[in-house]
Structure formats: C-alpha cells, structure tokens
C-alpha cells in the first residue's frame, strides 16, 4: 500500500458564537493591561488532514491547535516525506516526521501536524484491519468509557447550581468548572474561586466527582494558598495550575496538598512526560492524543504512565482520545465537550465529523465493528464554514 495524496482542509467558523460569560483564568490574565484574557484561547477553527492511499482507502486525521500554522507545517514540510511511503509503517513515519523537523519542532504546533498525521495513519491501518483502531492498540480494556461533563464556564453562582445539577441528573458522575477569577483579583479573587467551588460541592453531593480547572493562569504562591483552602471540598483533581513549564513548581506543589494535580494538556511526546514523570509533578497526565504525537506516541506514554501509578484522563474528548481511553489500562475515564452552540472553540468538532460518539447516562460507546477511526467527515451544513484547502 502506498501514500498518493495528502489534503489539508482549514475550517474557519464564520457563523454566530453564543457570547456566555466564559471567563477563566488564562496565562495572559497574570499580565497588567488585559481588556479579554480569554481572547488568545478562544478559537474558532479547525484543521482536518485527509490521506488517500493506492487502494482507495482514506484516512482522517484532525488538529485544534493552531490549526493555521499546522496546516501550513503540513503542506510545507510533511507532505513531501510522506508520499510514496506505506501508511502502515507508523512507527517509521513518525521517526521519518520527528527526527526530520527536531531542529525547529519537537513541542506545539510542529508535534500537532505530526500528530494529525499520525491520527490519519492510524485511521488507515484500521480501515485496511477491518478493526477499530482501539482494537489494534489495545483491544477494549472497559465495558464502557466513564466521562466527566467539562463546562461550568459560567462565574454566576446561581447558573453555575443549575448547571451542576442539570448534568447531574443527565447521569454524569463527574464535571469540570473553571477558576472565574484571575490571580490579579488577588485573595478576593482566590476566596470567589473557592465559593464556586464549594457551591457546586453542595449542588451535587458527595457522590459526584469535582474537577477545578485553572488553565495554566496561576504562580506557585497563589497555587499554594488556593490548595490549602480547597481542601476540605473533596476535588477529584486540580487541573494546569501552572505554566507547562513550571515542572519544578508543581513537583513542590505536589508536597504542600492532598488534591492529585493534573495536566500535561500543553506537553509533547514520551519525551515531555518522561520530564514530568522524573520530577515526580503531576498525578494525572492529560495529554491529547492530537496534539502529543497521535496514536504512535500516545500508547507509549500510557504505558510509561502505568508504570509508575499516574493516571491518563485525555484532554478533550473526541474519537482520536477515546481509542486510546477504551484500549489503555492507564486510562480510567475520559473528557466530555458536550454539542453546544459555538462558544470557546472546543465544541467545533461536532460541527464538522460524523460518528463522535455521544454520553448516555454520563458513559460512551465505541462500536466493536466500526472499522478505523470511525469518523467520516459532514457533507451537509457546512454553511457557516469558509474551507480553505
Ligand atoms: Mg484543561
């Protein structure tokens, strides 16, 4: 089998974006002078990669992250290591790709077209299988995937109860809030962090599982004093305290509290997490498997995870990480952007696959006969979408 043709679809959204109070803390919000500090992680496009083999077969890989500039990586660098080569051959394409870009890649944008790329791999080998890709990683390691409801963007303290409860009575076990205050509300702010907190705890019992997502939009001291006062409100984790870079700062965070610290959303390939996992920084890794170096890497820091007791709770949702949640052992549950009016850009992927797999009674389903990725790409309401190829 051989590559003859690799496509790279840009989807802008043109059409209306829901303007809800998502306010989170970011790592712009530490500066002075900013009117929106959710502006530079707010994104309304998206970036699909199509690989066409000899045989006819076409695999679909996807990217979130800068997809602009990962377009362009593709097209510029990759396109041309790739044709003519056997997309089965994974494990060599991936080195071909990683050891070819070192100089100018190896994190962000470079590691996401690899990862696309990967993904489409990957889609292919499962199409030829006649298997699910979960079934050539892995096979299925759970009866189903457990999910936890990642939204509560809301700082309005009577919206963000009716929200909680809402999910709850959808069947969710667990759900992720945002931090609404940033470091710069100092310890008001941080006492308000602490009140939304406490109020879902009370909306929703004990019983459900409660994650604080901080966005990488906090330093160490602020960490510690929020830690030390979230204590007694049960999280299940705290997620991106820090900067991705602050490895040393979560390691000591780690020692001053009880709560498992989460992240690795914004780290790349077994090189990165093998960082995190030497300074003993996080419990919970959270990788996305489009943005980490695809399937190929993905399977490798799952097992480096196992190894030594951290847990891979993917970032994002989406078929590309549900394979590797079903097919990991590592891997306890999974991330869930529900289908919403477009609103920060992580809902868009709904907009443009068919075959996601949607929560029922807070869990989802891969189907055991559903061969590759499962996903093909919408062919009808595409109106508020520009497509640049
Ligand atoms: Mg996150």
Known sequence: MKITAIRTKLYQWKGPVKTIDTVFATPVSLLPFQEDAQAAYRFFSWLVVEIETDNGLVGYGNAGLSPDVTKLIIDSKFKSLLIGENPLNNEYLYEKMYRSSVAYG???SVIAAISAIDIALWDI????????????????????IPTYYSRLYTRNLDQLQQEAAH????GFTGMKLRCG??????NAGLKKNVEMVRKVRETVGDDVEIMLECYMGFNFNYSRQLLKELEPYNLRWIEE??????IHNFAKLKNYTDIPLSGGEHEYTRFGFYDLLKADSLDIFQFDTNRV?????????CTLAYMNGVEVIPHGGQMHNLHVVMSSFASPMAEYFPQTEIEVGN????????GEAVAENGKLQLDDNKPGMGLTLKTEGLEHFNIIE
């Open 181 to 186: 205050y940033p470091l710069t509300e100092g």
């Open 347 to 354: 809902e868009m992927f709904w907009y443009i696959f068919d």
């Open 293 to 301: 170096g695809g399937f190929t890497e993905a399977q490798k820091i």
């Open 106 to 108: 190896r994190k962000g």
């Open 125 to 144: 080998k499962g199409q030829a299988a006649k298997q699910p890709v979960f079934m050539l990683l892995g096979g299925r390691t759970k009866e189903y």
């Open 167 to 170: 999910y709850k009575a959808q």
């Open 241 to 246: 305290m820090l900067l991705p870079d602050e």
